[in-house]
């Protein structure tokens, strides 16, 4: 199996857990503006074809490094020359709102259920009010896991500091990268119902 390759280097950055979001656009920007395959429409084929490739391995890496889940996942692959294990244990300061997310899930797709159902004008008119209510607790628990991505990024920002020393506390990484896995499928969970609140 070959190394995966380093995302990190294409972007001439070093591996580390922290990159400041608007460098790493403006860096991606300036590459991208040399290797997109639009400045190579009088080339050859091959020429083409190369020019196509660098520039989805260029996207592939943006968005993977611009991404803390994402990026954090790739250090630690590159870092132990394997990926993260998967884990389904939830981290003991999160299982309240992993509850909190879990009863709020059921009782909107209760609602959406019954939403669904309805005919009368008359109970659609009625159900739209609870329709926001509903909107409003998922918006609720959505500040709740902005909150809690906000002080991952200060975790990752403690532990980039102590990185540029050499010490590389790769088994916290780790935790903040499960932890960031649940907050992102929390998310695309919520914000699903969140959407269908809406239609």
Request: hydrophobic share 40%.
């Amino acid at each position: 199996m070959s190394a995966p390759a380093d995302h990190f280097a294409l972007f001439d950055e070093p591996r580390r857990p922290w990159l400041d979001a608007e460098v790493l656009k403006t860096k991606f920007l300036t590459l991208s503006s040399t290797t997109h395959p639009d400045r190579f429409h009088n080339a050859g084929d091959a020429e083409k074809q190369a020019a196509n490739s660098r520039f989805q391995s260029l996207n592939a890496a943006y968005n993977c490094l611009r991404e803390p889940k994402e990026r954090l996942q790739h250090l630690l692959t590159l870092e132990r020359g394997a990926k993260p294990a998967e884990i389904h244990a939830i981290q003991p300061g999160t299982a309240d709102l992993f509850l909190e997310i879990g009863q709020l899930c059921r009782g909107t797709d209760a609602f959406l259920a019954e939403k669904d159902r309805a005919t009368s004008p008359l109970l659609k008119a009625q159900l739209f009010q609870q329709a926001a209510e509903w909107s409003g607790r998922i918006a609720a628990l959505q500040r709740k896991i902005a909150g809690q991505r906000a002080e991952a990024d200060g975790a990752l920002r403690a532990i980039d500091a102590e990185w540029q020393t050499d010490v590389r506390p790769l088994d916290r990484l780790e935790q903040i990268f499960h932890h960031l896995s649940y907050l992102t499928r929390w998310q695309q969970q919520l914000q699903e119902r969140f959407v269908r609140l809406a239609l």
